[in-house]
């Protein structure tokens, strides 16, 4: 199968959260702009500072950029850096969640609220209470219930948090290593309202096809950023980047809480350096949506591609197409 064309080439678009609401999928992607920064591991090349919206009618049709939904100056707390963001609906309100770094420098989560899913979204003037890290992914389960899933070591600041407590000197020295336990997403369940959480927050657990948890060792299997979640056949789907090592992998489980046990690749390395995916049932099809850097060559001005995935008789995630 050909490699698949951008759904925009207008404007450089990455980490694609997609969505179906109102028979249509809308896409919430991070808007990538040029920079002069190099780069570095700590993420300093992704200067982005506002989002835009797509929607469609069908997927390979024609794609509609409703503009931008939300920026950097509109939010009080917010620094700099607005990384990889989610939409959620509930009672008839969207809800886009966002990370950034505040004004310390210290990436937190964001909420800001709409009554279209293209927006516009007024955000709240405080981050999310209790919220960290980056890669907000939310989930509504059948009963109701919201889920906030985030997380992402690097640059993303995960591994600052071990203690419980921002410790800036961890940036280069808490990520798990060797036989250690990797490091664990997080998740929250979100307030009937969505603006905040209504418990604690939670490490995710992830198991090892043996049943152990993931080594830190396993660049292959263990997380690293990018979580999502969905739901098929009664069964919990956690999908998430390897990180360095390139690859979108995913986890089954039976509560959306986990735990989770590792199940598979879904996506090979693609062009670029990170890799950041959603996963959505649209017109009785299942589509994978991702980024690479096929537009530009650069790292940090990625495109958003679109490809089917189908379930085997086991509930196992495959491509429809072989990858290219």
Known sequence: MADPSPIATHIFTADPSAHAFNGKIYVYPSHDRETDIQDNDNGDQYDMNDYHVFSMESVGGPVTDHGIALKADDVPWVGKQMWAPDAAEKNGKYYLYYPARDKEGVFRIGVAAGDKPEGPFKPDPEPIPGSYSIDPASFVDDDGQAYLYFGGIWGG??????????????????????????????????????????????????????????????????????????KYQGKYYFSYSTGDTHYLVYAIG???????????????????????????????????????VSLSGKNHLRCVKVRELVYDAEGKIKLAQPQP
């Open 157 to 230: 600041q995960l591994q600052c948090w071990r203690t419980g407590d921002f410790v800036r000197e961890a940036y280069d020295t808490m990520e798990a290593s060797g036989d250690e336990p990797a490091l664990l997403p997080r998740v929250a369940k979100l307030s009937d309202d969505m603006h905040t959480f209504s418990g604690d927050v939670q490490q995710i657990v992830l198991h090892d096809t043996d049943g152990k948890p993931i080594h830190a060792s396993n660049h292959d299997r263990r997380f690293f950023e990018a979580a999502w979640m969905h």
């Open 254 to 292: 039976e509560s959306p809480l986990g735990p989770f046990t590792y199940a598979g690749r879904i996506l090979e390395p693609v062009k670029g350096w990170t890799t950041h995916h959603s996963i959505v049932e649209f017109q009785s099809k299942w589509y994978l949506f991702y980024h690479d």
